[in-house]
C-alpha cells in the first residue's frame, strides 16, 4: 500500500481513517449523553476514544484488503489482530477495553476448546505458545506496516494521543493479548477483571460502531435541562388546563401508579410524571403491550418532541417505519431509511423509546445486544401502559425486571385505565409504591369529578350472540344514520359480520390481525383518517390505542378489563348530548367447530362480568374500575399464578450483576421472549407472483409486507389440514387459504384453481 487513504474498512471504498473518525466522534456524543456524572462520563470518553481507534486495525490485514476490493472472503477474524495492536500502542489500556475490541463482532466462545454460533474462532486466538493460523494473520498485517504507522500518527496528532511502538515495525511475537482474556472462568475468578465495566464498554463500542457505520452523526442532543424528557408542547397542553390528577401526576416524584379512563388525558399526566422525575440525560422508555398501540404513540410522540428524538422497538418496526417513509419516497429510499432507522433504535440514538415489554426483558435476560442497557437504563424513566394486558409470566418478569432496574436508579410509572385492584398491590408492594403515589381522580374535585362521573355509554345487555342478530342490528344502524363499531371475538366471524352488513351498507371496513401489513397499514390509516367508515367490524385489534370515536356499538361478550377497552373507542370523549347505544351480548358467536365457545376468554370470567354490567345501564367510569376489581378479586390462579410466580423469581434477573460474562449473550432469549409474540408469518398463495415481482426488483422489504401472521397453534392444525406447507424453493411459508385486501385471510376457505 503506497498511503493510508488506500487502506479500506468497508467494501464501499470507505477508508479505514474515515470510518475511525466517525466511530470516536459518535462514540464522544454517546459518552457525553449518558446519564452518568461528568467525571464518568470524561472517563468512558477517553477509553471509548482509544476503542474506536483502534478497533478496525486489524482490516489493514493484506488478506482483509483484497476481499474488500474483490468483494470476497477473507476468512479470519480482523478483530483479533485489532485487539493485538491496541495492547501494544496503549500499554495501559485496561483489559476490559481489549475485550471490547475483541468481541466487538463476535461472542465469546464457551470455553477454549469449544465454539458456539458466532463466536471468535478458537484457532486464531493467540493464547497458544506456536499457532500458524495467528502466524499467518499477523504476517499479512505487518505488511501494510507502513501505511499503519501513517494512518496511527494522523489519528494520534487529531485526538492527542500517546502511543508506544510506533519508532519501529512490530515484530511478530510482540503481537498478543493477555492469556486466556476470552475464558469465561477467567472472567468469573479474577477479582481484578470488572465485568461490569467490561460489559459497558462492549455496548458503548459496538453502538458506536453501528451508528457511525449508518452514517447516522447528528445524534439528538440531550441538554443538561431537566425538562427534556419530556416537554408538552404549549400548544397541546396549557398549564391552566390541567385536570387536578394530571396537574398531581406532574408533581409526583418517584415510582408510582396512575389510574384515569381512556380519553381523560391520561398521556398528558404521564409525560407530565417523566418531565418531573427525569435525571440529567435520563433515558425515557414507553411500553405498551401490542405493535399497533406502539406504532400510534410513537406518531403522537413525534409530534410533541423532536422527531430524531423518538424511536419505536418491536419486532415488526421495520415494516412499519417503511410504510411511513413509502408517501414521501420511493420504495427503494423508503427501504434503506426504514432499516436504517429501525436499527437505530436498537442503539444508543433516541433519548425516547417506544417499545414492547420484550424488548426491556432482553436485557434484563441478557439476550443479544444486553451491554448497552448498562448504558441508558441508569436514571431512565419507565412507563408501564396497561401493564394488565400482559400475560402472566410476562406480568411477573416485568416486575422481576423493574426490581433490577430500580438498583440502578431508574423510576417507573404504570398507567391504565382498568387496572384490577389485585395487580395494583402487588405492583404497589413488589415495587415499593407509597400509598401518597397512587394517583386517580378524585370524586371531590371539580374536573375530577367530571371525568370520573361521566357517562359515555348507556349499555344493553342483549339476548343470544351477535351472529344471530344481524339482520337487527343492521336495521337500527340504517334507520339511526349513526357510525357504528362492531367489536367480534374471533376473525372468523368479523368476516361473516362484515360480509352481511356490506350487503346493505357499502360503507363499511372490517379490521383484524390476519391482515398483511400492507393491507392493515392501509386500512387504520383510512379509519383514522378524516372520512372514516360508517361501520367498522373489529376484532380485539381495535382495542389498543388506536384513536376512533363511533356513535354506538355492537360487541360480543369479553373481560371487563378487555370491555373497558372496547368501549373507549365509542363516545371516546364523552362529547355527544347524551350517553351513546351499546349492545353487549350474552353470548359469544362460535368462530369454529373445532375451539371452545369462549375462546381466547375465560368463560366464567366472561359471564361474570355479563351479569355485572346487566346492572349498570349508564356506565360510570367508577363502575367500570370497580367491576374489573370485582372479576379479577382473587388475583391470578392456577396455571397463572404458578407463571407470574415463575417469571417474577426469575433467577437470571434476580442474579443479574452477580452472572455477568462479558461478550456472551443467551440465545434462547430471542426465541422465547423477543421472537414473533407466538406468531408464524405466511405467504398467501394469490401473492406468490407479486412476491417474485418485488424480489426481483430488488425490492424485500415492501415483499415482506405480503406476508400474514398467524398463531403458532393454529399453524399445527393448518398444517395437519394440508393448507399450509413450506415452500422449499421459496424459503418461506406458503398458504392455500384464501387472501383479500378486503377481508384479509380467511382460516375457512382454500383458494381454487389459482394458476
Known sequence: MSCMNELWAKDTGETILQH????????????????????????????????????????????????????????????????????????????????????????????????GEKCLPNDELPFEDVNPIWELMTKEWLKNWEAVKRLLLSLASRYDLRMANLSTKFELNSLGLPERLLNRNYQEKDTGFNRRYASLLRGLLITSDHIASAHEFDLPEIPIQKDYIPVISRQELKGNDLLPFQKRC??????????????????????????????????????????ASINAMHKRLQKIYCEKAVGVLHHKNTAYLFRLFENDYSSTDAAKMAQTVAGLARELYHPIR???????????????????????????????????????????????????????????????????????????????????????????????????????????????????????????????????LIICNHVATSQTVCKKIKERISDAKLLHARFNSEDR???????????????????????????????????????????????????????????????????????????????????????????????????????????????????????????????????????????????????????????????????????????HELQKEKQYLKAKLLFVPIQIRQCRKLFNDRVLFQDKKLDEYVTRLAYSPEYGLDLLREVENIF
Request: hydrophobic share 40%; proline share 5%; charged share 25%.
Open 20 to 115: 475511525t473518525v466517525n466511530v470516536v466522534e459518535v462514540g464522544n456524543k454517546v459518552c457525553h449523553g449518558l446519564p452518568f456524572s461528568v467525571m464518568e462520563r470524561q472517563n468512558l470518553y477517553s477509553v471509548i476514544t482509544k476503542l474506536g481507534v483502534s478497533h478496525d486495525l486489524g482490516k489493514a490485514a493484506e488478506g482483509f484488503q483484497n476481499s474488500l476490493r474483490e468483494k470476497t472472503f477473507w476468512g479470519h477474524r480482523h478483530e483479533v489482530i485489532s485487539a493485538a495492536v491496541a495492547n501494544n500502542i496503549f500499554p495501559t489500556l485496561p483489559r476490559e477495553g481489549l475485550l471490547a475490541i475483541i468481541t466487538h463482532h463476535r461472542s465469546v466462545p464457551e470455553s477454549l476448546t469449544s465454539e
Open 250 to 291: 406532574g408533581e409526583t416524584i418517584g415510582n408510582a401508579i396512575l389510574k384515569a379512563p381512556t380519553g381523560s388525558g391520561k398521556t398528558a399526566a404521564i409525560l407530565l410524571w417523566a418531565a418531573n422525575n427525569q435525571a440529567e440525560n435520563g433515558r425515557l422508555f414507553y411500553v405498551l403491550p401490542h405493535t
Open 354 to 484: 417506544v417499545t414492547t415489554p420484550h424488548q426491556i426483558l432482553r436485557v434484563a435476560l441478557k439476550g443479544k445486544g444486553w451491554e448497552l442497557g448498562l448504558s441508558e437504563f441508569p436514571n431512565a424513566c419507565f412507563v408501564f401502559d396497561e401493564i394488565h394486558a400482559f400475560e402472566p409470566l410476562l406480568v411477573g418478569l416485568t416486575i422481576a425486571t423493574i426490581k433490577w432496574l430500580k438498583s440502578m436508579g431508574a423510576k417507573v410509572l404504570f398507567a391504565s385505565a382498568t387496572l384490577p385492584l389485585f395487580l395494583e398491590r402487588a405492583l404497589q408492594c413488589e415495587v415499593d409504591i407509597p400509598d401518597g403515589n397512587i394517583i386517580v381522580p378524585e370524586p371531590h374535585l371539580e374536573g375530577d369529578k367530571e371525568v370520573l362521573g361521566k357517562i359515555r355509554h348507556d349499555i344493553e345487555i342483549r339476548v343470544g350472540n351477535l351472529l344471530s342478530n344481524l339482520d337487527v342490528i343492521t336495521n337500527e344502524i340504517e334507520a339511526s344514520q349513526k357510525t357504528a
Open 521 to 691: 397499514f392501509k386500512i387504520e390509516f383510512e379509519i383514522q383518517g378524516k372520512r372514516p367508515p360508517r361501520v367498522l367490524v373489529a376484532t380485539q385489534a381495535v382495542e389498543v390505542s388506536l384513536d376512533l370515536d363511533y356513535d354506538c356499538g355492537y360487541i360480543e361478550p369479553a373481560p371487563a378489563d378487555a370491555l373497558g377497552q372496547r368501549l373507549g373507542r365509542i363516545n371516546r370523549r364523552g362529547s355527544r348530548n347524551k350517553p351513546v347505544p351499546v349492545v353487549i351480548f350474552e353470548e359469544p358467536s362460535a368462530s369454529s367447530k373445532d375451539n371452545p365457545l369462549y375462546l381466547p376468554y375465560d368463560e366464567l370470567i366472561v359471564k361474570k362480568t355479563v351479569e355485572l354490567f346487566r346492572n349498570c345501564q349508564l356506565l360510570t367510569e367508577q363502575q367500570l374500575t370497580s367491576i374489573v376489581s370485582q372479576i379479577y378479586g382473587d388475583g391470578y390462579q392456577g396455571d397463572s399464578k404458578t407463571e407470574f410466580d415463575r417469571g417474577l423469581g426469575n433467577q437470571t434477573i434476580r442474579q443479574f450483576d452477580d452472572n455477568i460474562i462479558a461478550g456472551t449473550h443467551k440465545d434462547w432469549v430471542e426465541d422465547v421472549i423477543e421472537g414473533s409474540d407466538g406468531q408464524v408469518e405466511v405467504l398467501p398463495m394469490e401473492l406468490i407472483e407479486r412476491f
